[in-house]
């Protein structure tokens, strides 16, 4: 049953609190059935959008781990068109493309727990390099990964050599595809190029906003550094504290949008069978929402069958058909 009826009267609230229309953006950590931020929000967003128009500012409270750097840059250039002032509101994470969005932001509102994470984007294709052991497989590039390992060779380790370096970029190559390193470069000069434009809406001088640019792209050392409102206030982005009063207003939601998604419990099927041969599944995995125009998900349906796989010797395998019937948005309230 959705909880949405209930985040509508913490939207109220909390438009109330700021003098703002509210708009939510979950994509789903649920172990399992995790999802990431996607061209095909825009047009949901545009449909919210239309209904809180006209508003001088939007609050919006994002919850994600991140996903595609320009659906991120469109979905900011969109809220942007709808108002004069916006503001993100991070209960938890808003992490990668979810740090993107919130650059682009006049100000982050941030809890105590919320963390923000670097940008340096990973790429995925059909000519990615092959995980070894899994053919059906295909490892994802780290960007900055790939740079770093030109500059450990070229400043690290001083090798000016020509003829070297050579063999270091054909030995490189070799892993990764040439199409693929090509991307590479050009996708590493774009997200800073997007992350300096967005600086702009938080008034940042360019000496500042180099530094931040930097940190998120190449100096926080990894992907998965958590960055709190300390460290990222320390940057100098523009950060703001809720209060007391404010803070249960976030705390509110993010437990109620949990809740929703089972974002703290793995989507395990031998669970959800529960020694069952079969079993139908409807699970809820991320969220679009405004009191004005209702709750967007994303819900993966299906069933979860236990068939016998036959074993070249001994006794036959046990194993677990999953048939999806239906994965996509769907408008529930």
């Not at 409270?61 to 993100?88: P, S, Y």
């Not at 990222?232 to 929703?260: C, H, M, W």
Request: charge should be neutral; charged fraction near 20%; include cysteine.
């Amino acid at each position: 049953m959705s909880n949405y009826a209930a985040r509508k009267k913490l939207f109220k609230k909390i438009e109330a609190a700021r003098g703002s229309r509210v708009l939510l953006y979950v994509t789903g950590n649920r172990p399992g059935m995790e999802t990431q931020v996607s061209p095909e929000v825009v047009d949901l967003f545009v449909g919210h959008l239309d209904a809180l128009w006209p508003t001088k500012k939007i609050s919006l409270v994002l919850h994600t781990n991140g996903g595609n750097t320009a659906a991120a840059w469109q979905l900011i250039n969109l809220l942007h068109t709808f108002c004069d002032e916006l503001e993100v509101l991070v209960p938890a994470r808003a992490l990668s493309a979810g740090t993107l969005i919130s650059l682009g932001a006049d100000r982050i509102m941030m809890t105590k727990q919320a963390i923000l994470g670097p940008i340096d984007p990973s790429l995925d294709g059909p000519m990615n390099p092959i995980i070894p052991g899994t053919p059906n497989q295909r490892a994802s590039v780290s960007v900055e990964a790939v740079q770093g390992y030109l500059d450990v060779a070229q400043n690290a380790l001083s090798i000016k050599d020509p003829a070297a370096l050579t063999l270091i970029w054909n030995s490189l190559s070799e892993k990764i595809h040439p199409l693929v390193l090509g991307q590479i470069f050009r996708t590493r000069e774009q997200i800073r190029n997007l992350a300096q434009r967005l600086l702009d809406h938080q008034k940042v001088d360019d000496e500042k906003a180099e530094g931040i640019i930097k940190f998120l792209c190449s100096d926080s050392g990894s992907h998965d550094h958590s960055i709190n409102r300390r460290e990222a206030r320390e940057l100098g982005l523009n950060i703001e504290n809720p209060t007391a009063d404010f803070y249960k207003l976030l705390r509110a939601v993010q437990v109620s949008y949990s809740d929703e998604l089972k974002i703290g419990e793995p989507f395990n099927p031998d669970t959800v069978l529960a020694g069952s041969p079969t079993v139908n599944y409807r699970v809820p995995r991320a969220l679009i929402e405004s009191d004005v125009h209702g709750s967007h998900q994303f819900i993966s349906e299906g069933t979860l069958t236990a068939i016998s796989i036959a074993a070249p010797a001994g006794p036959p395998q046990i194993g677990i058909q999953d048939k999806r019937t239906f994965e996509a948005w769907r408008k529930e309230a």
